[in-house]
């Protein structure tokens, strides 16, 4: 048995859901444990796209089971219309194999209105994170709080509209007193609420004993990261982060699984860096070679439409994701990017006030001054996207790659050179007693 965590290792759109849905081949189980519709996970199928939010990587492959654990917050319209769509285009979404935590939050509308507001600066208020506006931080807090409403509540429609009412209390007040926007009432998210019933009610459950069970019967679980370490709450670059942690640790709280039960993680690094949103980025690259990057990779955010901020490798990044998070091995994603690029080159430190560090420092304004060291490399010419082994790939590349391995201190378990599910090169059986 295996339990294996896709963990991003940078900020966010590594390629994850590419992998997970690649890996979920093997795999029994495909678990969301943290985050919510601030993902967008890409899954490239012949001549299919699927961009997913809320719904696990995995819901492909219809024989396996997909779960939304505790620790994600959902907004159960954008869930909906996720299940609807995939299900138009032929996806099998039934409770039998997708399963919603009855623990889970819910992203209610005055969280969305809240997260916008302040993104906006509305009424002078003005704290801009970048966010995806989708309500992922005010859910959160009022997870934090202990005010919000789970999903498990809507069993209980009048209670539910009790809660909602004592919580629009204090929302309107900020509403309308701090930001002087309308004031929302209880019974639009009642209707709301009752669609929700109807349609998400057959899917909530004890998705913990659902885990369980899982791992007791040694079956494999694939736990599907959101965001990346650098947007962690406790370990990125705060507060330019998500309100969730989506480094190892998390896979136990937000899934409901021991700590030991977890046994391999694998670190997904994109051959490059992006980032979207406000925040630091010390290796960005704001010139024609980034806008390359952006181009050739189209990066433009899969949630939001955003243009990516793209930038060279930054080892500091990925070695502290790979110390945090246990990473044993590593998948390098989008190598193909960067063919034809005449140099190409990986920051292996930092200069802090002209001493060498190997950290992200904690401060902002010390982030501000690093100054990345960097090695260069030869670029590496042609199209890679066909290649099935790593002697298939040019030289260069191959030097690229060894040299990545060893900074970041993980051996490459998969080199992803295209976004389809046959563009990746397997150098490691990630499910070794598959059933
Ligand atoms: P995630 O959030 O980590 O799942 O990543 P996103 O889906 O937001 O962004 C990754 C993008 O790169 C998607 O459009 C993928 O289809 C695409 N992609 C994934 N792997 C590769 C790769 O190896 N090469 C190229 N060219 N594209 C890739
Ligand atoms: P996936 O799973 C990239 C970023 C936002 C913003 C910050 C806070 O696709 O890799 P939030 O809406 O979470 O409060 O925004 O986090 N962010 C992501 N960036 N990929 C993601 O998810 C992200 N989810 C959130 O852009 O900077
Ligand atoms: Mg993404």
């Known amino acids: 048995m295996t339990n294996l965590a896709v963990i991003g290792t940078q900020w966010g759109d590594e390629g994850k859901g590419k992998v997970v849905d690649l890996l979920t081949n093997k795999a029994n189980v495909v678990v969301r444990f943290q985050g919510g519709n601030n993902a967008g996970h890409t899954l490239v199928v012949g001549n299919q796209t699927y961009a997913l939010h809320l719904v696990p990587s995995g819901i492909l492959h219809p024989q396996k089971l997909s779960v939304i654990a505790s620790g994600v917050v959902v907004d159960p319209d954008v869930l909906i219309e996720e299940m609807e769509s995939l299900a138009a285009r032929g996806v099998t979404i039934t409770p039998e194999n997708l399963k919603i935590s009855e623990r889970a939050h819910i992203i209610l509308p005055y969280h969305k209105t809240l997260d916008q507001a302040r993104e906006a600066g509305a009424q002078g208020v003005v704290m801009k994170i970048g966010t995806t506006g989708r309500g992922i931080g005010p859910a959160y807090e009022d997870k934090a709080a202990r005010r919000g409403l789970r999903l498990g509540d809507l069993r209980d429609l009048n ?15 900020l509403l309308t007193g701090l930001y002087g926007l309308k004031a929302q009432d209880a ?53 330019y982060v998500t309100s969730s942690n989506p480094t190892t640790g998390s896979v136990a709280v937000g899934a409901g699984l021991a700590p030991r039960d977890l046994n391999s993680v694998l670190g997904l690094v994109k051959a490059y860096t992006s980032r979207v949103g406000e925040g630091p980025f010390p290796t960005e690259l704001l010139d024609a070679t980034g806008d390359r ?6 990066e433009y955010g899969t949630t939001t439409g955003r243009p990516r901020r793209c930038g060279w490798l930054d080892a500091v990044v990925v070695r502290a994701a790979v110390k945090l998070c246990g990473v044993d091995s590593l998948a390098v994603t989008k190598l193909d990017v960067l063919g034809g690029l005449k140099e190409i080159k990986i920051a292996s430190h930092y200069l802090l006030d002209g001493q060498k560090i190997d950290y992200v420092p904690a401060s902002l304004s010390d982030l501000a001054k690093v100054q990345p060291v960097y090695e260069t490399f030869e670029g590496f010419e042609g199209d890679i996207t066909k290649s099935k082994k790593l002697s298939d790939l040019p030289y260069g590349a191959r030097v690229y790659l060894d ?31 598959s059933k």
């Open 159 to 173: 209670s539910f509209k009790d809660k909602i009412t004592l919580a629009l209390l204090e929302k309107n007040a």
């Open 187 to 239: 019974e639009s998210i009642i209707q709301s609420a009752q669609i929700w019933v109807k349609k998400l009610l057959p899917f909530i459950t004890d998705t913990f004993g659902v885990i369980r069970q899982a791992a007791d019967k040694n079956l494999n679980i694939l736990f599907e990261g959101a965001q990346g370490v650098q947007l962690d709450l406790d370990h990125g670059t705060y507060p």
């Open 403 to 433: 040299r990545l391995s060893e900074l970041v201190g993980a051996p490459a378990g998969l080199v992803s050179v295209g976004p389809e599910r046959d563009q990746t090169i397997m150098l490691r059986d990630f499910f070794p007693d």
């Open 293 to 298: 990057i952006r181009e050739v990779g189209r």
